[in-house]
């Protein structure tokens, strides 16, 4: 099969570890990329610092590295002084670390602004993210004004600028199939894609928000087409990396090493999966062992004859 490159997101790769033993676990289990929170952002600005941080990503064979999430970056957003800092964490670390991406949010609060009224603030918000190396990037939410990724991708294409980030659990409980992401999706803004897996239905007495900071299984592990979702992705012209993003409980309890190995074998079967489809079928295998081992096997010698003389036959 293929090798793909695995971005290990923020949720998958949090612990209680200090962050350098993250990191390191993180390339440890075979990621080539990482995204980094805004809480990492704010704790390595005021220990290590990020020219600290960047050599650590590269002893760790890091090559990927996406920045987020940001949120009320549009006018009339009841943007504070602290939001106001997060941009501009967000885009010293982008500028330091070399950062491909950085991931913003749409409106979550209630009644909501309308998409319309955050075109100029988006395609100002691209330009500055640009300017620091990076690419814009918006993760539709189910509960947010932009609530599928196929209105995101409107979005995006409209305002000519930034791209689009695939979450699975958030475009399948936004309403999304298969063949609407196909033909809803523009393949110029789809830029990124994280993979989890999840119930057929959110678990009784939990909101939509809480099963996707608590119930994000394994690729492959529940009810999901994930490969379905790969293929697609792969249709619209997404290569590499493929974001993981795993938290549940069980998961969040492992030793982070441990958590990070497994997703990404998980993953990389789900990726394998997607690779075979409508590939020839493979020969077919025995159903029940031989009795013996044309490996193992080794005829015993059979053992000489004597002569009368004593002397071997």
Not at 23 to 37: H, K, Q
Not at 134 to 155: D, G, I, K, M
């Amino acid at each position: 099969m293929l090798e793909h490159d695995l971005l290990a997101t923020s949720w998958t790769w949090d612990g209680d570890e200090p962050i350098d033993q993250r990191v390191r676990a993180v390339g440890d289990a075979g990621f080539a990329g990482i995204a980094l929170a805004l809480d990492d952002l704010y704790e390595v600005r005021a220990t290590i610092g990020f020219a600290r941080l960047r050599r650590m990503l590269d002893d760790a064979g890091i090559v990927w590295v996406q920045l987020g999430t940001l949120s009320t970056w549009w006018t009339g957003s009841d943007a504070t002084a602290g939001s106001g800092g997060e941009r501009g964490v967000l885009l010293e670390a982008a500028a330091s670390l070399s950062a491909w991406q950085v991931v913003a949010r749409a409106d979550v609060s209630l009644p909501g602004v309308s998409p319309a009224a955050m075109l100029d603030d988006w395609v100002a918000l691209a330009r500055q993210t640009e300017g620091v190396g990076a690419q814009l990037v918006l993760e539709p939410e189910p509960w947010s004004n932009l609530p599928t990724v196929e209105r995101a991708s409107r979005f995006v294409t409209t305002a000519g600028s930034g791209g689009v980030l695939l979450d699975v659990m958030h475009a399948l409980r936004g309403g999304s199939t298969l063949a609407s992401i196909r033909q809803g999706v523009d393949p110029s803004v789809l830029a990124a894609v994280e993979l989890s897996d999840g119930l057929l239905s959110t678990p009784s007495g939990m909101t939509l928000a809480e099963e996707s900071r608590s119930a994000r299984y394994l690729p492959g592990a529940a009810a999901w087409d994930v490969p379905g979702v790969v293929r697609v992705a792969r249709e619209l012209g997404h290569d590499e990396p493929w974001g993981v993003e795993v938290r549940t409980p069980a998961h969040r309890a492992l030793p982070v090493g441990d958590a990070l190995r497994l997703a990404a074998a998980a993953t990389r079967a789900v990726l394998d999966a997607a690779d075979a489809h409508g590939a020839p079928a493979l020969p077919m295998m025995p159903t029940s062992p031989a009795p013996t081992s044309a490996v193992d096997y080794e005829p015993q010698r059979r053992p000489r004859r004597e002569t009368g003389s004593g002397a071997p036959a």
